[in-house]
């Protein structure tokens, strides 16, 4: 029983990772450097957020305050 288990879980793997690789269109340099700066800038946003809950100093949370309006304008 363990096995047909085992089998039908490696051929769910196999579809899956078939359903994942469908061609898209091949993305120009331009797309691909604004999509590189979104990244980067939604990690810098995730990052500053978190730094914002662990911040004990009101002049730290203000600075991380400001510093995520200006990540939001920029994503906006």
Request: charged fraction near 35%.
């Amino acid at each position: 029983m363990a096995r047909g288990f085992e089998s039908k879980d490696v051929e769910f793997q196999q579809a899956e990772r078939e359903r994942g690789t469908t061609l898209r269109r091949a993305l120009t340099p331009e797309e691909r450097d604004a999509e590189a700066r979104k990244r980067t800038l939604e990690l810098a946003l995730a990052r500053a957020r978190a730094d914002l809950t662990a911040a004990t100093s009101d002049a730290h949370r203000r600075m991380l305050a400001a510093a995520i309006k200006a990540l939001e304008a920029q994503l906006a």
